[in-house]
């Protein structure tokens, strides 16, 4: 299947700091990535669909100028946790969605590839 | 809105059964629907994907099916290992929204 990384794999930092999550489709082209985040023995929230050459779209509840997403390519998301506090210590994971043009023998599928998550912590 | 439910939330069972995980959803209108298996403090492992065309998908020792009309689908793991301990998600992908939706998960832990 289609690969996504994320970088880096775990950060802690401290109240108040920045953080930037990278997310990357490493064997195709993804115009539509996903940022979800995921908290102890709960399941995945969306937070926000990132459209590359577009603002992203954030879901009900989320702040926008708090959660900066960055689409600046068609195979890089960039999530970016601005003056992070301890209650958004989370598991952070970027998906990205097989598009249907570039078919890989699975046209129309609209396959869900994860990045392997990124552990938050902040002190 | 979409609402997915799993049932159950959680399942023990001895090595070598066969099993069934459980998927519904309130919005008919889905694209396709996708079940992932996901370990503790990992991403997910995408295992299969069903088209909302299509009626059931088999990949190994998996099988899922889908049926639309009623919002339901169905994991069926045969003759379950150890190695398939773990939590298993269903998502289901809605055109009209532009995004998934995810149940809570089932955690399947399978006894040797």
């Known amino acids: 299947g289609a690969v996504v990384s994320q970088h880096p794999s775990w950060v802690i930092c401290k109240s108040g700091t920045s953080v930037k999550i990278e997310c990357r489709s490493l064997?195709?082209?993804?115009?539509?990535m996903f940022w979800y985040r995921q908290f102890p023995k709960q399941s995945l929230m969306l937070m926000a669909t990132?459209?590359?050459?577009?603002?992203?779209?954030?879901e009900q509840g989320v702040e926008k100028d708090k959660f900066l997403i960055n689409h600046a390519s068609l195979t890089l998301s960039t999530l970016t946790v601005t003056s992070a506090h301890p209650e958004d210590s989370s598991f952070y994971i970027c998906?990205?969605?097989?598009?249907?043009?570039?078919?890989?023998?699975?046209?129309?599928?609209?396959?869900?590839?994860f990045g392997p998550g990124t552990r938050l912590t902040v002190l | 809105k979409q609402e997915v439910t799993q049932i159950p939330a959680a399942l023990s069972v001895p090595e070598g059964e066969n099993l069934v995980l459980n998927c519904s959803f309130t919005?008919?209108?889905?694209?396709?629907l996708q079940w992932f298996r996901q370990d503790p403090g990992k991403g997910l492992t995408s295992l299969l994907l069903?088209?909302?065309?299509?009626r059931e998908q088999t990949s190994g020792r998996l099988n899922a099916s889908l049926d639309k009309s009623s919002g339901r689908s169905t994991l069926y793991i045969a003759a379950s290992q150890p190695g398939d301990s773990a939590t298993y998600l269903c998502?289901?992908?809605?055109?009209?929204?532009?995004?998934?939706?995810f149940g809570d998960g089932t955690t399947l832990t399978v006894k040797p």
């Open positions: 998502a289901v992908y809605n055109t009209n929204a532009g995004k998934s939706t």
């Open positions: 064997d195709f082209q993804a115009t539509t």
């Open positions: 919005d008919s209108a889905i694209y396709n």
């Open positions: 990132s459209n590359e050459g577009s603002k992203a779209t954030y």
């Open positions: 069903i088209q909302s065309s299509q």
């Open positions: 998906s990205a969605i097989v598009p249907y043009r570039t078919s890989r023998g699975r046209e129309g599928r609209n396959e869900q590839f």
